[in-house]
DNA sequence: TCGAAAATAGTGATCGTTCACCATTGCAGG
DNA sequence: CCTGCAATGGTGAACGATCACTATTTTCGA
């Protein structure tokens, strides 16, 4: 074990004692005004300075540069937003369940962040009613700028956003598909059933997440659309909740007759559960029936069979959410990264259809 | 799909036009001065009320209590902060590895919430020193009164603190497995080994995460002194990152005389990955080597087999750990949530030493 | 009924920044 | 040497709350 950890702890400590005792003698940050008087100036021109440093002589410039660096001056962003009636902050609100948010939740709040805003989390279990309730609630103390909601949200919550004021932008609404809808782009679903179809799969089932999510909801539709298009079977599309239960019931309340060659779930967890059941029922995966699943979770690449999925670039699905935010309440159009944001992974789970 | 979903986008981006032209016109906050002069009260008396409602007149109290409920007013927070010098927020760096951060956010956010505080989240991708410049950059904007950090950080890092004002909580970085350090907590491990002893297992591996976390520090730490205090045989300790590959890749290259009859995993990741390993060369888990885990994830217990794991009330954990950083501010010592934090769960995948 | 203490209310300064506006300087052209 | 215009710098008033005071009213025992 590495001794260094419990010194740091104890020198965490003595941290916080020293600030209990030095709070009245604690130095004060620098404010503006004393900058100006080392840099000889006033505090205007070191406003100026800050903001943009174009318009200054060189020689200002240099002296306030000096005055700042010398007093390791940071400017008091409370009082800034106190006068400019704008805080620069963003709320995300996340879902608990579904999905691993790390990785999304790291790409929205480096967008925020360069895009010079700061990003208050809060995660919120419980039904979609309580998530608005408190996404209201957030929006009505006027302390951040927009929200970002990756969770469903009631229908209507627009009506009782106070002033107008608080911008709320909720990807997994929108239903088209497109921009920020990438969340719910279920394309990759018919890329699957396709694949399956050239297996020799004509019988499927779908097991579906939770159809408040609009991603849950694209993925059915496209799974019934293709069933239609294909003129394929289909032995149902069970409605879900992204849980390895919901995978494991619909598979296991099946009669036997109507146990489809192929099983096309939500996501790997439902994945997981469904192939569990079709084990335990004595079906080999993918020797008589075949699984796929979505979001490419990292256990599910060591299941045996391996898990055919779709990898889903989420650092840069939180990425351009936040980026849609922000042009909506800056104007500003920042670039979204480029690249394909799910593709579809072939692994052991799925393969030539049993007769 | 759901029609509702397109009527919904449709109003959030009205929503923002309406904005967008309104600015000027925007009807602004009422202030604490509106409010006092509607209730015939000076804004003082507003302001204690705000506070406490204690030390007002009842009739006073009601007044005011009309004017607000009748205004609307919710108090301007950055004016407040501005004032008392204190921004009640507090930040969380999280790891983008390791584990789904979802719950135990939730029980970090949550407390903060209770205890006054908003909270920001940094999630930074990289190495210790890369997320160690970037929270002495967070430190550094005053912004915060408190840090979080949920994964490692660069030893020394106190040293660099600005103005002693930001207190830092690593709960990661206490080895003494007691109060915030709950997180390093790896009693359960024993227990695990113990049972697995029961079970005639003598001969065992254990698979580490990455050493940068005290709680694979502590859980490998766990598992080398259980060997040593019961007598028992090691194939080894292999430093690995959580990873499902270093669990795969640990029990790949043993050579086959020195296989063990069970593998401790650090986390269940790393044991999915050990048992397609064990899978792989023809051994049937548990009949001739038993695997754990370390979680409770969804996926692994539906895994063939279900992995016997260990649950991790993740929220609660998550929830004392920010219970701890704002006991470090306030000095309030708000009750952690009973009830243990960890819990073996014993599953599929162990069972009697195949001999 | 009076006086002192306690309870309640009011006044003006203050936090650190930006904004609106005015003052000064430098420079070119008449 | 003066005028006019740009370029730069300075002054004082916001922003909306809290704090340290002071002022007024109420309470209550003697």
């Given at each position: 074990m590495n001794d260094h950890s419990c010194v740091k702890m104890k020198t965490a400590i003595i941290e916080r004692k020293k600030r209990m005792t030095e709070r009245s003698t604690a130095t004060r940050r620098p404010t503006i005004k004393e900058v100006a008087r080392l840099a000889g100036v006033s505090h205007q021109t070191v406003s100026r300075y800050l903001r943009s440093r174009n318009g200054l002589k060189p020689d200002t410039l240099a002296r306030i540069d000096a005055a700042v660096s010398e007093l390791n001056y940071r400017p008091n962003l409370v009082a800034r937003s106190m006068r400019t009636r704008r805080t620069g902050r963003l709320a995300i609100l996340l879902p608990t369940v579904a999905f691993n948010p790390a990785r999304m939740l790291h790409g929205a709040t480096e967008a925020a962040h360069e895009g010079g805003f700061s990003v208050e989390v809060v995660s919120v279990i419980g039904d979609t009613g309580t998530r608005t309730e408190r996404m209201l609630e957030i929006a009505g103390?006027?302390?951040?700028?927009g929200i970002l909601a990756l969770a469903p949200l009631s229908p209507g919550f627009e009506d009782h956003l106070?002033?107008?004021?608080t911008i709320v932008v909720a990807p997994d609404f929108d239903d088209e598909m497109r921009g920020i809808g990438e969340l719910a782009d279920a394309s990759p679903l018919v890329e699957l059933m396709e694949g399956l179809v050239e297996f020799g799969h004509r019988r499927f089932l779908h097991v579906a997440g939770n159809l408040q999510f609009a991603s849950a909801r694209a993925r059915k539709a496209a799974y019934l659309e293709t069933i239609e298009r294909l003129g394929l079977e289909s032995a149902g599309a069970v409605d879900g909740d992204w849980s390895g239960k919901s995978g494991y019931d619909a598979v296991h309340s099946l009669p036997d007759e109507a146990l489809p060659t192929a099983v096309v779930a939500a996501n790997d967890v439902v994945a997981a559960g469904a192939i569990r059941a079709l084990i335990d029922r004595?079906?080999?995966?993918?020797?008589q029936v075949s699984v796929t699943g979505w979001d490419n979770n990292e256990v599910c690449q060591y299941l045996p069979p391996a898990l055919t999925s779709v990898e889903v670039d989420l650092e840069s699905l939180g990425r351009n959410a936040m980026l849609s935010l922000i042009k909506s309440i800056s104007g500003r159009d920042l670039e979204p990264p480029p690249g394909p944001l799910q593709r579809v992974v072939w692994r052991e789970s799925t393969g030539p259809a049993h007769r």
């Open positions: 103390t006027g302390q951040v700028e106070p002033h107008g004021e004595g079906l080999d995966v993918p020797g």
